[in-house]
């Protein structure tokens, strides 16, 4: 009977003193900034192509509901709260109403395990997912902006405002889209909310609130994109009151923060299901 070495048997290792009872080090945690970079970049390299359709419908859609408003609403703040309530439509539909239906495919189809086995925290992949899609809403916003001024003979100085509204609304459109999304137990019925969503945006954004029963302009003001409306509406003026506008745009940022930490929490509680 023959002795073979250990480290020349096969598969042996031979152990090190003072190594063998070491766990192997784990690799660092991904950061939050670097992760949503990441998953912002893919998800617009994805979306690119089948949103840009979508997207000249929803301007579309926004520019006819102008014109046809053209024939009932003169100028004034009427044609302020239609010029600017058309033109966060745009965002709502995508922000709010594509993004519900993208989760809830997501749910359905099993594509949030995918996620889960990615180093990369929950709030990076519903803040990079709702950053890609609030993106596709820019050109469509400006545009549908740009042809309502012109419509009704408003001023286009303080269209800047648009660079806060268009990041803000969309934030808090987007978070409730995914919250949708993510909570609706089938993608039917995450459809059927972002859909609904969107209608009441289109509703309560774009009919002026003076012509509103109190009830429903109650309904108005707890919608999210009610405030970027405002904000919007309210540069029309000829002397624009600053210090309301922006107070509309502080409660429509804290109302994002409040969607996207829901949707956040929904990501989680779906992907461990």
Request: a positive charge.
């Amino acid at each position: 009977m023959s002795v073979v070495p250990a480290d020349a048997a096969p598969g042996g290792v031979l152990a090190v003193e003072g190594t063998a009872s070491e766990p192997a080090g784990l690799g660092p945690r991904a950061r939050l900034w670097p992760s949503l970079a990441a998953v912002y970049r893919a998800q617009l390299s994805r979306a690119r192509v089948a949103r840009i359709p979508l997207l000249f419908v929803a301007t579309f859609q926004s520019v006819g509901i102008m014109i046809l408003m053209r024939g009932v609403v003169d100028g004034g703040g009427e044609a302020q709260a239609v010029v600017a309530g058309s033109s966060v439509l745009v965002v709502a539909f995508v922000a709010l109403n594509l993004l519900a239906q993208y989760f809830g495919q997501l749910r359905a189809t099993g594509g949030l395990d995918h996620y889960a086995t990615l180093p990369v925290p929950p709030a990076a992949v519903v803040l990079g997912a709702a950053g890609a899609y609030a993106s596709f809403t820019v050109p469509g916003t400006v545009v549908t902006a740009v042809f309502g001024c012109v419509l009704f003979g408003l001023p286009l100085t303080h269209l800047w405002v648009l660079a806060a509204v268009i990041p803000l609304a969309g934030a808090a459109l987007a978070g409730l889209g995914a919250a949708l999304g993510l909570l609706a137990p089938r993608p039917e019925l995450a459809t059927l909310l972002g859909q609904l969503g969107m209608s009441a945006a289109l509703l309560l954004g774009v009919l002026p609130a003076e012509r509103m029963p109190e009830a429903v302009r109650l309904a108005r003001d707890l919608l999210p994109s009610t405030y970027g409306v405002e904000a919007l509406a309210r540069t029309f003026g000829p002397h624009p009151e600053w210090a309301r506008v922006l107070g509309d745009l502080a409660v429509c940022g804290g109302v994002g923060v409040i969607s996207l930490a829901v949707a956040t929490w929904a990501y989680r509680r779906a992907a461990v299901r």
